[in-house]
């Protein structure tokens, strides 16, 4: 033996033998190791996962799955089932060739890898299918916001205004509604929008039906505020002598008028331009502008036409018109002493229309105290007529008034030394009324001339 190990021929070779040896036992050791991780088959559930059903939804709805979620048991590799990917794995009901009415369906897994084992739980579903049917509603727009300052939104345009909406004949007669909101938060302008439609039931709750079309186009014009007023245009003037106004007849009787919000809760009409028949002899039409006024941005319509019709006048007098005093101190009593009764006589000239509907009682005779002392005036005559009268007094008419204290002479007295406080105006000034006026002899008349002149007062 030792002289075996003494040669190296045989200590070579003996070392290649055991490093033969090693190899096959590494190896051997290597192959009898199972692969636990990818070969081993184990079973798991997947619990409530949700049917999906699958059918033409422009023809039909399903209102009933039961049970609308079942279990689903796989069983398979452990790399096969880490590859299972909720997201795109699901449980189905085809019920592409089912018509309306109650059906128990199978079930069917949708997106498991194929060599996976897959059992559902239960197996099949009862299921309820409807009938779609479209139903027409009318659109509502709610708006939100407020335009920018002093702008106000006009009415909202819709196109279309009415919509198709898809639904199960069990709910057709439901009350429902088709509403889109739009903000018009800070609007300078017009709004032109597109706006998504949604159908609620009569609670408010948004219920998942078709709509077609989804979306409608939306314009809300923002403009500044207006207001429709009456247009008021004076005639300002007298005829010629022997001439009368017949009627005035504005071709425009009312405009829009825009402006701040403040100052159009203020107007009752319109004032228009003044129209001067001084010396007018023929009827005339006038073409006008009609002017802005303090904070009015726009009038519309901007023009008016107006038509005066001038005919030759007559003459009436008038007697035993009562005299009417102004501006009387409570501290004193006027009367008129000249006339002793109280009442004169007028001539009044116009067209005969108007003259021959006059009374004594249209015309009213002033005289203004205002200002005067106790004793005895002779003061001018002011005559308030209707309008399109004239005075034709060939001259001034005058009478005398008597003023006297309520207190006695000595009060008088001490008001003639004394008749000048720090308004100048004495005690006579604590009244000083203004002078009434008069409406026309025939009121319908007045309505036919489509303005109102003021009531003339002439001396």
Do not use: C
């Not at 794995?89 to 069917?108: A, C, F, I, K, Q």
């Amino acid at each position: 033996m030792d002289k075996w190990l003494s040669n190296k021929n045989v200590v070579r070779a003996i070392a290649l033998l055991v490093s033969v040896m090693l190899w096959f036992v590494v190896n051997s050791e290597n192959r009898g190791v199972p692969n636990t991780g990818s070969s081993s088959i184990r079973s798991q559930e997947l619990n409530n996962v949700v049917v999906k059903a699958k059918y033409d939804t422009s023809l039909y709805s399903v209102s009933l799955i039961s049970p609308s979620t079942v279990k689903v048991v796989m069983r398979g590799k452990d790399s096969t089932l880490r590859k299972v990917d909720p997201a795109t794995t699901y449980v189905m009901v085809d019920l592409t060739n089912v018509g309306e009415g109650t059906h128990s369906r199978p079930l069917y897994a949708v997106g498991f890898p194929d060599n996976l084992e897959v059992t559902i739980q239960p197996s099949q579903v009862s299921v309820v299918v409807e009938a779609m049917e479209k139903k027409e509603l009318p659109v509502e727009i709610a708006t939100t916001g407020k335009p920018a300052g002093g702008l106000k939104p006009g009415e909202v345009i819709i196109k279309p205004n009415k919509v198709h909406v898809t639904l199960p004949t069990s709910q057709v007669n439901e009350q429902l509604f088709v509403k889109g909101q739009l903000s018009l938060e800070g609007a300078k302008g017009p709004i032109k929008k597109q706006v998504k439609l949604h159908v609620y039931n009569n609670s408010g709750i948004e219920m998942p039906f078709e709509v077609i079309p989804s979306v409608v186009d939306v314009e809300v014009p923002i403009t500044t505020p207006f207001k429709l007023l009456p247009l008021q245009i004076k005639v300002v003037g007298e005829p010629a002598n022997g001439y009368g106004i017949a009627t005035v007849k504005q071709k425009v009787d009312k405009v829009s008028v825009f402006g701040e919000q403040g100052v159009l809760d203020h107007m009752e009409f319109y004032e228009g331009p003044e129209i001067n028949i001084n010396g007018l002899k023929e009827s005339k039409d006038f073409a006008i502008d009609i002017p802005l006024r303090e904070k009015i941005t726009l009038v519309d319509p901007n023009k008016a036409n107006v038509s005066v019709e001038i005919v030759p006048s007559i003459t009436k007098t008038f007697d035993d018109i009562p005299i009417t005093i102004i501006g009387q101190s409570d501290a004193f009593t006027s009367k008129v002493v000249v006339p002793d009764t109280g009442k004169i006589s007028m001539v009044a000239e116009g067209a005969p229309q108007w003259i021959d509907k006059l009374k004594a009682t249209d015309i009213q005779a002033i005289v203004n105290v205002s200002n005067l002392a106790s004793g005895k005036h002779e003061l001018v005559v002011a005559f308030n007529l209707p309008t399109y009268i004239k005075n034709n007094q060939p001259q001034e008419v005058k009478v005398t008034v008597e003023i006297t204290s309520k207190q006695g002479t000595a009060l008088e007295n001490k008001g003639e030394k004394d008749s000048t406080p720090v308004n100048g105006q004495g005690d006579q000034t604590k009244s000083s009324s203004p002078v009434p006026s008069s409406t026309p002899a025939d009121p319908a008349s007045r309505a036919n001339t489509k303005s109102n002149p003021p009531t003339k007062i002439t001396r």
